[in-house]
């Protein structure tokens, strides 16, 4: 998995290219901690260019939810294609990560 | 003197601090063969600290002493007389139990070569003589501590492996008993495939199945996020609270409901199990089920294969989540396969991942491979060939296959089995016709009823075909109809199961046309094409003689069944025979020379028909077809049998046993064939009477015909 973080005022955006699985929780948590330390008010979690997203990169996004819900930002996913797609629609999580 | 000396402990240079418990109290040997040198070195560990010295006085002792009692450290003497200090290394190392035992040696030799050697046969360090005291006690505590480290890492290691083996033993013991998933075969009338597999030593995935009140059974799969023992725990967790609701286990979406509350907050976040719950109705055949985000589950074996929606939250995950019911159907002859991620999920070698849509064609192929019992054990062999490493996830792959026999007993069944037959007409063959109206030779399927021949026809509905098979009026041809597209075909074949197959003739394919090489379902066994451009008259005929082989195949496999080969040893000779039932009882007592006798009395059968029907009988190969086609081969053998012309005629065999092969020299006294035309024309496999030929020429290593084709020799391998 590769990210570009790109920043507008307090839109910030995370470009995701790649497959999220379990290997990847160290980056994401990454990811999680430089959008803590930034002043964010939404982020779009853009995953136009991942092909693959296993159970345990759904469950960083739903961390990633939290962390938003509790520090008073709002996420949103969007761009799911093809496999990410259909994963986010079996487990329902489209609905809960759509803003 | 030795009191003083003991009680002036002498400091370790580099160490403040007293010696570790374990240290101190490590056993020491000393191995030297001068008494004054094991005095000097054991009073100096003595003001070292260490009081539990023993001594050695050459290389055997020490080996002996170290056999009693294994000490923690050796101080070695290299120049001893009888076997040397370096003797002494390897003996010690060559030992797996003194492999790894700290050896100081001492020695008073300083060259640079002999430093090499003392190493190469294994010392752990050395010291030089004379002894400098100080620095032998460092060295000592040195190789004495990281003794006690490595013992105590290796330890630690040891109990971390026997406690995750624990675990793991643990978890698999969450798999559903034996007895259990027998009770659930027998209430459902089916047979369970299970394949659990964890990723690493310990694993998020579950399945489990129980039998329910009202004829009813349950059956879930579950996977919770990660691997490992945070996975585990959550496993037994979730696992432990199934159990908490058993009053909900006949309604999937409450189930899932009550799971999903009880368990939200009790994962850490972003852990999440995903779960698939359904609830077969054994009587009435609906299952109701629920999804929490578990990968589709497929039926398959029916007439077409559909997957489930699974769709809904993942169970703990918030609080407020709802499932919901749906329903489906599960008849006999169809199967539930359900499957953690990881199967559609894992790279394969060529990088791509499987995806569902490549699971459905797999598991399509898998059924038209081979008995829907074992679909899974195929499908995942296939998929561990095309897995260049080690699974990246738990993998768990369950199918719960249901027995078509089960609507036997079933007289509510609002179907009412318009095809069977009273046990009394097994001796009239009948072809079972699979088409569908769309079909242009639909209609005339009807003319290929024959005296010989009862046709039923079932519509493109394969299923009324499964009552058939327990009938018991096993003499049943399957005609489908293929001229609608191979894909047709392949769907009805695949609900045509190996219990039917083994139990009736064969299976015809009617094709518009020449078949392909490579079409795949012409492959498998028992199922033979027949080109329709050629008119029903041909298609009548060639039912009717394959429907007679089948007979006759049947018949010889009942006399092979009866009596257990408890015969007497083939006696060389020459043996006679007269008419057809002789023929066949010489076939099935020749057949027992082989080991699987089956073959080799088809083969021989064969043989010996053809003597009595074209050779003494003189019925030529087209008269023979039509006789069969019209119901009246058997009168008109009996007919020509008790003719004047034919009466006294007899074939004969002629019996030669060697150590490998046994020889069959049969001869009739009839006007012979053309058996050139049979050996040379390439199409001839695919004409009915040399097809009788080839049929017997697989079974016999060699087999040549002479005269005018009223000699023919068969040589069979032993």
């Known amino acids: ?99 | 003197m030795k009191e003083n000396l003991s009680n002036d402990k002498m400091p370790v240079p580099g160490r403040n601090v007293v010696l570790p418990e374990g240290v101190s109290s490590a056993q020491i040997l000393v191995v030297d063969d001068m008494p004054l040198m094991r005095k000097m070195i054991g009073m100096s560990l003595q003001r070292g600290g260490f009081d539990n010295i023993s001594y050695a006085d050459d290389g055997d002792d020490a080996l002996i002493k170290i056999a009693k009692s294994m000490p923690d450290l050796v101080i070695l003497d290299i120049n001893m007389p009888r076997l040397s200090g370096y003797d002494v290394c390897r003996r010690l190392r060559a030992d797996p139990v003194t492999a790894n035992l700290p050896i100081l040696v001492q020695s008073a030799s300083e060259t640079a070569e002999e430093r090499v050697e003392v190493f190469a046969v294994g010392a752990t360090d050395f010291v030089s003589k004379p002894i400098n005291h100080p620095e032998l006690l460092a060295r000592v505590c040195m190789h004495l501590e990281n003794r006690f480290l490595i013992r105590s890492l290796s330890d630690f290691q040891d109990r971390m492996q026997s406690e995750l083996n624990m675990a793991r033993e643990m978890q698999h013991s969450l798999l559903p008993e034996s007895e259990i998933v027998d009770a659930v075969q027998l209430v459902g009338g089916a047979s369970i495939e299970a394949f659990y597999k964890a990723s690493s030593e310990l694993g998020g995935d579950l399945w489990g199945t129980w039998p329910l009140s009202g004829n009813k059974i349950g059956i879930y799969v579950l996977d919770v996020t990660g691997h490992g023992v945070g996975a585990a725990l959550n496993t037994f967790s979730l696992h432990a609270t199934m159990a908490r609701f058993e009053d909900k286990k006949l309604d999937p979406a409450a189930f899932l409901s009550s799971l999903n509350s009880a368990l939200v907050g009790a994962f850490q976040l972003g852990r999440f199990a995903t779960m698939f719950y359904g609830v077969l109705d054994c009587d009435t055949h609906e299952l109701v089920y629920a999804g929490a985000g578990a990968p589709r589950p497929i039926i398959f074996g029916g007439e077409n294969v559909r997957t489930l929606d699974s769709s809904g939250l993942p169970v703990a995950i918030v609080k407020s989540a709802t499932y919901e019911n749906l329903s489906d159907r599960l008849e006999p002859g169809e199967s539930l396969f359900c499957y953690s991620d990881v199967l559609i999920e894992a790279e394969q070698s060529d990088g791509a991942i499987l995806g569902e849509n490549g699971l459905i064609k797999w598991i399509e192929a898998s059924c038209l491979s081979g008995e829907r019992g074992t679909v899974i054990s195929r499908l995942l062999d296939q998929f561990f060939r095309t897995q260049s490493e080690q699974l990246p996830d738990d993998l768990t792959a369950v199918a719960i296959h249901r027995h078509l026999t089960l609507d036997l007993d079933n007289a509510s069944e609002p179907e009412t089995p318009q095809i069977e037959q009273p046990a009394t007409q097994q001796e009239m063959p009948s072809v079972f016709v699979v088409s569908s109206d769309e079909s242009p030779f639909d209609a005339s399927y009807d003319d290929l009823a024959a005296p010989g021949l009862a046709v039923k026809r079932t519509g493109p509905i394969t299923s009324k075909l499964s009552k058939r098979a327990h009938t018991g009026a096993n003499m049943a041809v399957v005609l489908i109809d293929g001229t609608l597209g191979l894909e047709f075909a392949a769907e009805k074949i695949a609900f045509i199961d190996q219990t039917f197959r083994d139990l009736n003739g064969p299976v015809i394919v009617a094709l518009d046309g020449e078949p392909h090489e490579h079409d795949p379902i012409l492959s498998i066994v028992g199922v033979r094409y027949f080109d329709a451009r050629q008119g029903i008259d041909k298609l009548r005929r060639f039912l009717a003689e394959e429907a007679d082989d089948y007979v006759r195949v049947s018949a010889l496999r009942q006399a092979l069944e009866q009596d257990d080969g408890d015969q007497e040893p083939i006696v060389d000779g020459v043996y006679r025979f007269a008419s057809r039932s002789e023929a066949q009882k010489l076939a099935t007592v020749f057949s027992h020379a082989s080991a699987d006798p089956m073959p080799l009395a088809i083969g021989l059968s064969e043989l010996f028909l053809n003597a009595i029907e074209h050779g003494c009988l003189e019925i030529g190969h087209d008269e023979k077809g039509q006789l069969i086609e019209d119901g009246k081969l058997g009168d008109e053998v009996t007919r020509r049998s008790n003719s004047a012309n034919f009466r006294h005629r007899y074939a004969s065999v002629e019996v030669c046993r060697g150590r490998r092969e046994i020889a069959f020299r049969i001869k009739d006294p009839g006007p012979g064939f053309d058996f050139q035309a049979y050996l040379v024309d390439e199409a001839g496999h695919e004409k009915k009477h040399g097809r009788g030929i080839v049929m017997a020429n697989s079974c016999f290593s060699s087999l040549s015909y002479s005269g005018c084709g009223n000699e023919v020799e068969a040589v069979f391998a032993l």
């Not at chain 1, 790109?6 to 901690?33: P, Y």
């Not at chain 1, 296993?54 to 520090?71: R, V």
Request: net charge negative; hydrophobic share 40%; glycine share 8%.
């Open chain 1, 1 to 99: 998995m590769e990210y570009r973080i790109e920043t507008e005022d307090d839109n910030t955006k995370v470009v995701f290219k790649g497959d999220i699985t379990f290997s990847e929780n160290v980056s994401f948590r990454q990811i999680l901690k430089e959008l803590a330390e930034s002043s964010v008010k939404t982020c779009i979690f853009d995953l136009t260019d991942v092909g693959m997203v296993d159970s345990a990169g759904l469950g960083m996004f739903l961390i990633a939810k939290e962390q938003a819900d509790t520090a008073g930002w709002k996420l949103n996913v969007t761009g799911a294609q093809g496999h990410v797609a259909s994963m986010l629609k079996l487990t329902k999580l489209s609905e809960l990560l759509a803003g």
